[in-house]
Structures are given as C-alpha cells and as structure tokens.
C-alpha cells in the first residue's frame, strides 16, 4: 500500500486492511452490476449508449463535490457548506451574467466565489484549530446560503440559455459522450492520483489517521486542511456551472441537500468519516450506484420517498458492513 | 480469515435481497397499475396505449395532491396510463431529473406544475424534441417550454372577484390591507396588480387600501403581521390575504380578539370551515378546485396527444362532463386554459366541503 516514496504512514497493519478495502471495492462493484441489470429488466431502452449517459448526467453534475468531499473524508473532516457554496457560485455568476457581463467571465466570478467560499472555510478551521468543522461548515452554509438569497430573494436569474455555448457545456456531446462526462472522468482520474500517488495524497491518510502525530512528524497539517477546503470550494463553483448550464437559471435554493447526498457517496465508497481510511475508487463506484440506483428507480416510478428510504438503507449496511465482526460478536454477548 | 469471508458472504447477500426485494416489489406495483389500466381499458372498450404524465411541485403537498387526484381520476375514467410523479422537494432540479425519466420511458405527454419558471426549459425542450406533448398547471413555465397553461383561474377575474367581496364586507366604504405571502410570489403579485387595476373603477372609490403586508406564507409571521394591522389601523375593516396559509393565520387573530375586522380572500375549506359564517371572522371566500384543475389537466393531455389541440389561441375542445374549453392567450405571450371562476365557500356550503380539500 506503500506510494512512491516507499513509506506507510497507515497505522493499521497494511496487509489486514488493503485486504478489506479490496473485498469491499469488490462488493460496490457487485451491486453496481446488479443495479445495472435491474435496471436493464425495467426499461428495455436503458442498455443503449445514449440511455446510459443519458442515465449518468441526471446525476454527475453533484458527483464533482465528491471528488474534493473523499479528501476531506479521509483526512478525518467534514463540510457541509457545499451545498450552499454551489448556490452562491451560481447565483453570482447569473447575477454578473444579468449586468452585462460576458459569459466566459461570470464563469471565472463563479469559480473565484466558490474559491474563496472555501477558503473562508479553510481558514477559519486552520486558525482555530479547536473548532470543530462541522459547526463552522454549519455556520458558512448558513451565511452562504444567506447571502445568495439577499441576492437575489425569491427571483430566478435566468437567461443563461442565450449563450449557446453554455448551455452546451451541460447539454451538449462529443458523440455519445457529453461534455460533462469528458470533465468529470478527467478530473476523478486526476484526483485519484492526487490521493494514492502523490506524497500530498499521503499526508491526507497520516492527518486522517493521527493530526498530532502527522504535526509532530513535521507535516504542515492546517496548510494541507486549508488548501484541501478551497479545492473543495472550486469543484463546489464547478457544480454550480453545470447545474446552471442544465436549468439555464439560477436562484437562492438551487443544491439543497448536496452535501449530504455528496457525504453519503463517499461514505457507501468506504471511505470512513472517522478519516484515514478507504480508497477513492471506491467512492466513484458509489457515485455510479447511488445515481443509477435513483435512475433506475424513477424509470419505474417508485415515489421519491421511498427511494430515499432505500437509498438510507443502503447507507447503513455501508457503514455497518466494515464493523462487522462475528468473532467478536459471538465472544461479547453484550453487544446483541 | 474464514468467519471475515463469511461476513462478508452473508453482507452480499443482504445487499442483493435488498435491491432484488425492492425491485420485485416495484415491478409488482407496476403490474397492479398495468392490470388495474387494462381492467379499465377493456371495460370503457376505448382503448388508448399512451402513457400521460403528471409532475407535481413537491411530495406532501395537499393541494398538489388533490390535484393528482383529479388527473388520475380522469385517466382512470378514459382507461389510459398514467404516471404521477411528485419530487421529494420542492425544486427545479427534482423535477428535471423527473422530465429525463419520463423521457427515457417514452411517455407521451407531461403536465408539470413548475417550481420555476425558466429553469425547466432546457428539459422540457428536450422532451418535446423527443416527441412528448407538454402542458403546465398549477404554477407555469415560460411560453417556450409548454403547448399550453391550465389555469385555474384568470388573474384579472381573481382581482374583480376578491375586490367585490371587500366592497360587499365593507358595506362600500373605509380602510382595508392586504395580507399576502411573500413580495416575490409572482401569482401573489399578480392579483394584487389586478385588484389594484380592479379598484379604478369609481364603485371602488370610498375604499382605501391602506397596506399590503407580507406574512411570508409561515404562520407565525402572518399572526404578527395581522396583529400589526389591527394596531396600526384601529378603523380597518377588511383584510384580504390571497393565500391560504395567511387567511388561516388571520381568521384564528381576528376571531380570538372578536374584532371587528372582517376577513376574506383565498383559503382552503378543510383549514378555514371554523371560522366561516356571517357571525364569525369571515363571511365568505373563495377558491378553485383542485381536483378541477387536475381533471381538466388530464383532458388538455389527451387532447394534445390525440392532434385535436395544439395549443393555438382560439382551439376548443371537449373535456368529458366539464363541458367546452377555449385556449385563450395568457398574459406571460404564451397560451392557457381557464378552469373557471373562483368558486365562493360560505356558511351554506362549507359542511359540505370541508371534508372535500
């Protein structure tokens, strides 16, 4: 499990968990394929190339937060302003947009707010270390999302259809393959590196791992958390692009809930919120499970509440299933 | 090494029971409702192999809800498919992902109730290119995304309406206020400005509106705000809130200070029949049907399927026992149909009605 530099920063004994970790990529891959022949019984259309990118962009343009939200996973944190930082980027780029300004640049403005956005956050956790980030995610949701609807109250701020070009950037296709598509994998292969190839991906695992160890061992651990939560804070503004190129209108409540569909990939692709564990490919097999499960499951129409409980329930047995342990269950009566 | 694998076995397992279960269980539903359509197929012997979709705004909507009901009804009625969707919230995004779904399953029209009113165009533009007939009801979507609107009821004759009834309470003189939802709501707005255009005509001259308060559709804040009105104009005699949640939240202020103030404007029966009655705070008011306004839905896809509108001004059509519909231009450039008048709740008809929605 060593990277390049040859070390292992892993406190676990390698051999015992890179053998989990590999089962359980196995079993997200099992279920991808049954979801995927589920979903093949239900619509005859579904097995076409056009159905199947058709079926992933419904749901890739939120898949760009879990590239950024598996890093701060692993290193033992959390963010749920994200939702709202997609909000805001959008609403200042089809504000911008609305005054006059050409589209190529809303675009750089959409990217600069959800830049800094996270950079508030990165820097607020990295002075004070004390606070905990789910409290000050908390708070910045809040005062983002606040922003964005002192912006622009209950109005939309539409007309992003006018500029063909951008509304190609969502619905648009090189062949079969949609432009976001092309983004998307590009940007997962490239963070996948970042994580599992890079001495910056190790570090992430020895902060999520142990902070004060890593501290001590002279890695620069709120340097990496601040730069990690404005990285976040950029794919959030990259969302919001796709999801404004998609609706080509904006308002204050777009992205309600992402953060939290956002975490729960992450966490059914076995990267453990307690940090320092799991791989990354396992989180953007879940993204394909979670999105097509949905997929499929509206194609048959089961009512959206329903889909949400099963989708808790898959949840669950993600998280339970690594616990597991019927030696010591067997041992210790006292936890049945 | 073995008990792990077992685990881990066994965990499999559970996975697939889970995703098999659900997906049985769904394909069951699906064939009820098939074998229920078939049943209804054969017995109106006017077999009809389209699906019709309905988007609702939002799970838990009661209004929406009776709505769908009406369309079901219909459907139901013409022994037709259906399919009724309502997104887990109330968003443009949601619904989105509902128009590619019923793109994918090859539907052949969609009634929306939209969240917003541009943001759903690229979809919907996108289904219609790939051949399904789409209408809007309830809360409409720009012109360019829909053949046409059903309407429940012209704004203009909302204004004249509601103005009336304030004349009428009032016994022809003094101040009345507003208590709508929020400044934003654009049909909120809308029938402000048409009562506002309402009110130029001089039988409206000894009326003076002296407020139009926003209660933000919450509950609380239309208590405070109705109190606010009672302080700051000791002599208001009407309140007129266009919403349903601001109408109850008044009606409850008014009737436990006895004031003298009189209520009236948009609400539903089943909330507002305690306080309905010439004795109590408000004398009368109005809506339309829900279920109406989903049947007439249904008849509109049909029709749209069938060729026999396009949602051309000046079309007609038949909508089974609700009689004849023209399509009339709507004020957003695009087209719409009317379902009808307000319809008036008073203390002869609220029994009645208070159990219906």
């Known amino acids: ?336 | 090494m073995k008990k792990r694998g077992i685990s881990l076995f066994l965990c499999t397992a559970m996975v697939t029971a889970l995703l098999a279960g659900c997906s049985s269980g769904n394909q069951n539903t699906q064939a009820t409702a098939a074998a229920a359509a078939g049943n209804a197929a054969s017995t109106a012997a006017a077999g009809n192999d389209g699906v019709y979709a309905m988007i609702s705004k939002a799970a838990g909507n009661p209004y929406n809800e009776r709505q769908a009901m009406g369309f079901q009804e219909v459907c139901e009625k013409l022994g037709v498919k259906y399919v009724i969707k309502h997104p887990e919230s109330a968003s443009a995004e949601a619904q989105i992902t509902m128009v590619n779904e019923l793109v994918a399953q090859g539907v052949n029209s969609m009634a929306v109730a939209g969240n917003d009113y541009d943001a759903l165009q690229p979809a919907l533009s996108a289904a219609e290119r790939a051949g399904i007939k789409v209408c809007s009801f309830d809360s409409s979507v720009n012109p360019d995304s829909r053949m046409v609107f059903v309407n429940q009821a012209g704004n203009n004759e909302i204004g004249e309406t509601l103005m009336d009834a304030i004349l009428d309470i009032s016994g022809g003189e003094g101040q009345w206020a507003i208590l709508s939802a929020t400044s934003q709501a654009t049909n909120q707005n809308a029938w402000i400005e048409a009562m506002k255009k309402a009110m130029e005509d001089p039988k409206y001259a000894r009326l003076e509106l002296v407020e139009i308060a926003y209660g933000d559709d919450e509950y609380q804040k239309s208590v405070d705000q109705t109190q606010a009105l009672l302080q700051n104009y000791p002599e208001l005699k009407v309140i007129c809130a266009p919403t349903t949640v601001g109408i109850m939240a008044a009606a409850k202020v008014l009737q436990d200070e006895g004031s003298a103030c009189k209520l009236t404007g948009l609400g539903l029966p089943s909330e507002m029949a305690d306080y309905i009655g010439t004795d109590k705070s408000c004398p009368y008011m109005y809506l339309w049907n829900p279920i109406d306004v989903g049947r007439l839905t249904a008849y509109v896809s049909v029709a749209l399927v069938d060729g026999s509108i396009t949602g051309a001004v000046g079309e007609t059509f038949t909508a089974g026992d609700m009689g004849n519909y023209e399509i009339v231009a709507a004020s957003d450039g695009g087209t719409e149909v009317i379902v009808g008048p307000p319809f008036k709740f008073d203390s002869a008809n609220i029994d009645e009605w208070k159990s219906v929605y």
């Open chain 1, 1 to 336: 499990m060593a990277g390049k530099s040859g070390r292992s920063i892993a406190i676990t004994k390698p051999r015992s968990w890179k053998q989990t970790l590999f089962t359980w990529e196995s079993i997200l891959v099992i279920i991808f394929i049954l979801v995927n022949i589920m979903n093949a019984c239900i619509s005859p259309k579904y097995l076409s190339v056009p159905g199947l990118f058709n079926a992933t962009s419904s749901f890739l343009e939120k898949a760009f937060i879990v590239l950024p939200m598996a890093c701060i996973l692993i290193m033992g944190d959390i963010d749920i302003s994200v939702g709202s930082t997609v909000a805001l980027s959008a609403v200042f780029m089809a504000m911008s947009y609305n005054a006059g300004v050409p589209m190529g640049v809303a675009i750089l403005i959409c990217l600069l707010t959800g830049t800094v956005c996270g950079f508030i956050n990165g820097m607020i956790l990295a002075r004070f270390t004390e606070l905990p980030p789910m409290i000050v995610t908390l708070a910045t949701q809040i005062i983002y999302r606040g922003i964005a609807e002192i912006c622009l109250g209950d109005q939309a701020s539409g007309g992003l259809t006018k500029v063909a070009w951008f509304s190609n950037l969502y619905w648009g296709s090189l062949g079969p393959v949609p432009y976001m598509f092309i983004v998307f994998v590009i940007l997962a292969v490239l963070m996948g590196l970042l994580i599992h190839k890079t001495t910056f991906g190790r570090y992430l695992y020895a902060i999520g791992n142990n902070r004060v160890t890593a501290q001590y061992s002279g890695i620069a651990v709120q340097r990496i958390r601040c730069i990690v939560f404005t990285m976040t804070g950029t794919f959030c503004a990259i969302t919001a692009i796709f999801l404004a190129a998609r609706m080509g209108s904006t308002r204050s409540n777009i992205a309600v809930g992402y953060e939290m569909e956002a975490i729960s990939m992450v966490v059914l692709g076995g990267i453990s919120t307690a940090g320092g564990k799991g791989r990354f490919p396992g989180a953007i097999i879940a993204i394909f499970i979670i999105g097509f499960l949905r997929y499929g499951l509206g194609l048959i129409n089961v009512s959206s509440q329903v889909m949400l409980v099963i989708i808790g329930g898959l949840l669950v047995l993600a998280v339970m299933l690594p616990k597991l342990n019927f030696k010591e269950l067997l041992k210790n009566k006292k936890y049945i």
